[in-house]
């Protein structure tokens, strides 16, 4: 991944990623990440049942990375782990929402200005521009 597109303000959507995680046939549903105090929402990431039982055995948000094609603990190298604290599943069982709380200073791989994890990875908004969409930061978030 690009520094650009991770941290930049350039409007550059994967609207393909679905695409390409069906093409290497990965068994996995969308997992959500969200603040169990405040609802907010910090990372998306997909889950398969190793991600699952992986999750309640370690009691930390675990993900299925597709672009690796391995098991990711968030955490697990960065020291900013996501406590389990309730694992929601939809009525089509088709995509889970981990309930977690920040173990770190916070659960996104990219840093503000001071270098400093952000809490979660999302810290732009998106904006109309002409006919186009360009990225703003949060506040904070810079």
């Known amino acids: 991944m690009s520094k650009e597109i991770e941290e930049g303000l350039n409007f550059n959507v994967d609207f393909k990623k679905l695409k390409k995680i069906a093409?290497?046939?990965?068994?996995?549903?969308?997992?959500?990440?969200?603040?169990?105090?405040t609802g907010e929402v910090?990372?998306?990431g997909y889950a398969n049942l190793l991600a699952l039982q992986t999750a309640f055995k370690e009691g930390?948000?675990?993900?299925?990375?597709t672009s690796r094609n391995?098991?990711?603990?968030?955490?697990?190298?960065?020291?900013d782990f996501l406590e389990l604290v309730d694992v929601l599943?939809?009525?089509?069982q088709n995509s889970v929402v981990y309930k977690v709380r920040?173990?770190?200073?916070?659960?996104?791989?990219?840093?503000n200005k001071d270098g400093i994890a952000?809490?979660?990875?999302?810290?732009?908004r998106i904006v109309k521009d002409g006919d186009s969409f360009?990225?703003?930061?949060l506040p904070g978030q810079e």
């Not at 599943?89 to 089509?92: A, F, L, S, T, V």
């Not at 916070?106 to 840093?111: A, D, E, I, N, P």
């Open 23 to 37: 093409s290497c046939e990965a068994d996995v549903i969308p997992a959500i990440a969200q603040d169990a105090d």
């Open 118 to 124: 952000r809490k979660g990875c999302y810290y732009r």
């Open 134 to 137: 360009k990225l703003e930061f």
């Open 42 to 44: 910090l990372i998306v």
């Open 60 to 65: 930390m948000a675990t993900f299925w990375s």
């Open 70 to 79: 391995e098991l990711w603990i968030k955490g697990k190298t960065s020291g």
């Open 102 to 111: 920040l173990k770190g200073k916070g659960s996104c791989h990219t840093k």
């Open 89 to 92: 599943i939809n009525c089509e």
